[in-house]
């Protein structure tokens, strides 16, 4: 009987240990992210943190993450738009060039214009869009992190 009662006891215990260990168990929050007043957003791009209020893994949860950075601009047609500030060839932060009023990458120099086409480099593909909202004035941010490389894009 003592046999039952240890086994009865060591099964749930090791699927306890098995269900955090090989998984894959932190979660970054899907809801857009407060980034920046919408009057601060002009034709040239500006860069803002995108940082959860808080990202949970299997153990806790962690209050105001980095997650990335997107570049916002407003657009002819006056809308905001947001891309991804990491490059799609090898995942490098990038910047934007004032002067040649194009994204560059200080990586392996591929480089974007405005709207994040791209214009040369080993990017295969343009810079990433991110989903934009704006509420009550503000720019809210969706992050979502793509897989480097390739000219589909897929999230990570
Ligand atoms: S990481 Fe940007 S060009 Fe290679």
């Known amino acids: 009987m003592g ?5 009865a006891l060591l099964v749930p215990a090791a699927r306890l240990v098995g269900h955090a260990v090989g998984r ?7 809801d857009p992210i407060d980034a920046i007043a919408a009057d601060q957003v002009g034709d040239l791009p500006v ?9 949970r893994d299997a153990y806790a949860s962690t209050a105001n993450v980095v997650l990335g950075a997107a570049w916002l601009r407003r657009g002819q047609d006056g809308q905001i738009a947001a ?11 990038i910047g934007f060039a004032e002067g040649a009023k194009r994204y560059e990458c200080p990586c392996h ?4 214009d405005l709207d994040g086409n791209r214009l040369s480099g080993p990017a295969e593909r343009g810079l990433d ?23 589909d894009r897929k999230p990570a």
């Open 24 to 30: 894959v168990v932190v979660s970054s929050p899907t």
């Open 83 to 93: 891309l991804s500030s990491v490059c799609p060839h090898k995942g490098c932060a």
């Open 129 to 151: 869009p991110l989903p934009v909202v704006i509420e009550r004035g503000r720019v809210k941010v969706t992050w979502v992190r793509y897989q480097n490389g390739g000219a």
């Open 3 to 7: 046999g039952g009662v240890g086994a």
């Open 109 to 112: 120099s591929a480089t974007f």
């Open 47 to 55: 860069r803002v943190p995108l940082v959860a209020a808080s990202v």
